[in-house]
């Protein structure tokens, strides 16, 4: 069926596909920063301008039958044109992968300051309503000053309930003595109103030096 396809006019070609080599990106990304770090250190510096000169001495001093990149050293040129071009893409590579930890940081940085912030609110508020509440409990000053209060009114009414105590035993005891005196005047008035003519008069109890005179 695929050969007739290819055969009709009327049916598009498909294009050829080419399969390129699979590879991981982290371990390759891991890779390219490790050559692009290594490639910014001065150990790298200083053992490539070692080879440098190694390769220039040699051609140069060496017979002309065993140089093999004679004078303007075209292969050594070559090679560190090909070292710069793959080395430009490791560095990019390197930084790309700097920067996108830098971004997913930075992220994550204001993602906690988000959340801090929320945090330092809700503690806010929460000591506010603490402060409030407190102010709204009672202490232990203000339940002495409270007690202390009470127990002079208690004293106060105490005391006037004694004066009121008082002043009713006292008008008590006035009334007694008023009834008392009362008494004692009723019974001297009675014993000194005159006998009455139609009564007997007794001979025994009759004293004439106490008769009043009339």
């Known amino acids: ?63 002309p039958s065993l140089r093999f990149d004679p004078y303007t050293f075209t292969f050594l040129t070559l090679i560190l044109s090909l070292q710069a071009s793959y080395a430009a893409p490791l560095i990019l590579l390197a930084q790309n992968r ?10 994550e940085d204001r993602r906690r300051a988000v959340m801090q912030k929320a945090d330092t609110e809700y503690l806010a508020r929460e000591i506010a309503s603490l402060r409030v509440a407190l102010g709204d409990v009672t202490t232990r000053d203000f339940v002495r000053s409270e007690l202390a209060r009470l127990a002079e009114e208690l004293d106060e009414q105490a005391n006037r309930r004694q004066r009121r105590a008082e002043k009713a035993a006292e008008k008590a005891y006035d009334r007694a003595n008023d009834r008392a005196a009362d008494k004692a005047e009723k019974k001297a008035a009675k014993q000194r109103k005159p ?19 009339l």
Do not use: C
């Open 1 to 63: 069926m695929a050969e007739r396809r290819r055969d009709r006019l009327d049916q598009p070609q498909e294009p050829g596909r080419i399969r390129l080599p699979k590879f991981d990106p982290e371990a390759f990304g891991q890779w390219s920063e490790s050559i692009a770090r290594y490639m910014g250190t001065a150990k790298f510096l200083v053992y490539m301008t070692i080879v440098i000169l190694l390769w220039i001495a040699w051609n140069v001093l060496a017979p």
């Open 98 to 107: 700097q920067a996108d930890r830098d971004r997913i940081a930075a992220e």
């Open 195 to 213: 006998a009455k003519l139609d009564e007997p008069i007794d001979a025994d109890a009759y004293d004439p030096e106490h008769v009043e005179p």
